[in-house]
Nanobody, 122 residues
Framework: QRQLVESGGGLVQPGGSLRLSCAAS????????IGWFRQAPGKEREGVSV????????NVADSVKGRFTISRNNAKNTVYLHMNSLKVEDTAVYYC???????????????WGQGTQVTVSS
């Protein structure tokens, strides 16, 4: 069974940092574009960042540009989302997903994880 599993979420104070991880189970993540999305209560799912299969190309949403970066370690079959200077408005459930091409539209993705909660609060 092909699954993505997110980890690393938690409670952090404004201005703090977290690193989320996305690991694959049942398939090799290395062949896929991986995107990170988030969804806050009452809001639509938002594309946050995406990385190509090789890691050579990335894209970041304007709302997190300069604060979030994405990376991958194909030897470990894992993709990371590094989140710095966190704001209260970054609070959401964060999901990773797999696609065949770079996109920040959730409809382009076909494998999804269950999500990890990130709460930014003092």
């Amino acid at each position: 069974q092909r699954q993505l599993v997110e980890s690393g979420g938690g409670l952090v104070q404004p201005g703090g940092s977290l690193r989320l991880s996305c690991a694959a189970s049942g398939f090799t993540l290395n062949y896929y574009v991986i995107g990170w999305f988030r969804q806050a209560p009452g809001k639509e799912r938002e594309g946050v960042s995406v990385i190509s299969s090789s890691g050579g190309s990335t894209n970041v949403a304007d709302s997190v540009k300069g604060r979030f970066t994405i990376s991958r370690n194909n030897a470990k079959n894992t993709v990371y989302l590094h989140m710095n200077s966190l704001k209260v408005e970054d609070t959401a459930v964060y999901y990773c997903a797999a696609a065949n091409y770079i996109s920040l539209f959730s409809t382009d993705y076909f494998y999804w994880g269950q999500g990890t909660q990130v709460t930014v609060s003092s």
